[in-house]
């Protein structure tokens, strides 16, 4: 019995007993979001994103874009903006566009540069290429060509160049890659008769030719407004390219081809350096095995860091120029690849 004579309560499983209260669940806080991945931690790590990785790295701003604009569908002008940083008041281009020339005069060779920069990014015309073409005559030598390096510098660093002397000879190496890109994207300036005739002479005599000789006639041929005269010129270069051995045909075999004057030991030229797309006129040159060996061989180059190799003597103890080169060696590496239809990522 309870005290006071009251009865106890039923325990009816239809009458539950009261709970004890229990403190509320705190709410559950939000997942954070997910971290952007770079391009080096994709579990792919294709080509492209390894160079991506290598681009960012080491390149200037100006290679960056570039590589944005090739791969990332980028947009053409932050490009010209970076280019605009190298151009002078005399219509040419300097500040080290071109790495193996430092210093802010401009140059020959930066012009080249800045007319294949804005030819990728299809910006090549207009009041900024009529500027230019006004310096290249400013320039030009008697037989109106391009030296392939001008005097003035005033002791900024450079590499080894050909000594610059008062009487500057007209290079088809200077002249013909400028002339091609021009008529390319259909400019004509007075500049360009003469230029151009330069050019015709010069990679029709051309006996003896140094492989970058030979890709400078290229550059030309390929663009060169009589087609015949063209296709006749480059396949009589092709044939001597053949005769010499100046193009690597076995890179496995690489060790029993000549090395040009001039170059270091390694430094070579394959099929793919003198048709770094299957329109050109260098391309008939070579069988498709022999183009198949050398884009494998372009591939396999690619290095540890992401980016492909310098072929060329390094001449300063600093690195940057290597490494702007590099960038810039890295993109057309990409682009020949892709342009050949290998994957790159």
């Known amino acids: 019995m309870a005290e006071n004579g009251a009865s106890p309560l039923p325990t009816s499983p239809l009458i539950p007993t009261p709970a004890a209260p229990t403190a509320p669940t705190p709410p559950t806080a939000p997942a954070p979001p997910p971290t952007p991945t ?10 492209l994103a390894r160079a991506e990785h290598f681009v960012w790295l080491t390149a200037r701003v100006l290679e960056q874009r570039l590589f944005a604009y090739h791969f990332r569908d980028g947009d053409a002008g932050p490009v010209e903006t970076a280019l605009d940083a ?44 009529e500027r230019m073409c006004r310096y290249l005559t400013s320039v030009s030598t008697r037989d109106g060509a391009l030296p392939l390096v001008r005097p003035g510098g005033r002791g900024y660093p450079a590499a080894p160049f050909p000594p610059v002397v008062d009487d500057l000879p007209g290079e088809l190496l200077a002249t013909g890659p400028v002339v091609g890109l021009l008529h390319r994207n259909d400019v004509w300036h007075a500049w360009l008769f003469r230029a151009t005739d330069f050019c015709w002479q010069a990679a029709e005599s051309l006996e003896t030719p140094h492989p970058d000789e030979v890709e400078a006639a290229v550059a030309f041929l390929d663009n060169a407004p009589d087609r015949p005269r063209a296709q006749a010129a480059a396949d009589r270069l092709g044939r001597l390219v053949r005769e010499r051995r100046l193009a690597v045909l076995d890179p496995d075999d690489r060790d029993t081809y000549p090395v040009s004057p001039g170059r270091a030991p390694g430094e070579y030229r394959f099929p793919h350096d003198y ?28 290095e540890e860091d992401g980016g492909w190799p310098l072929r060329q003597p390094r001449w300063a103890p600093a690195t940057a120029p290597a490494l702007e080169a590099r960038a810039a060696v890295t993109i057309e590496a990409l682009r020949t690849l892709r342009a050949y239809g290998r994957p790159i990522g």
């Open 86 to 129: 190298h151009r002078n008041e005399d219509g040419g281009y300097g500040h080290a566009l071109e790495p193996d020339l430092r210093g802010p005069d401009s140059q020959p060779l930066h012009t080249a540069r800045a007319l294949r920069v804005l030819d990728a990014v299809g910006r090549c015309g207009g009041q900024r290429v």
């Open 38 to 47: 770079p391009p080096t931690a994709h579990a792919s790590r294709s080509p």
């Open 275 to 302: 048709a770094g797309h299957p329109g050109s006129l260098a391309r008939a040159w070579f069988t498709d095995d022999e183009m198949a060996r050398s884009l494998d061989f372009l591939a396999r180059e690619q």
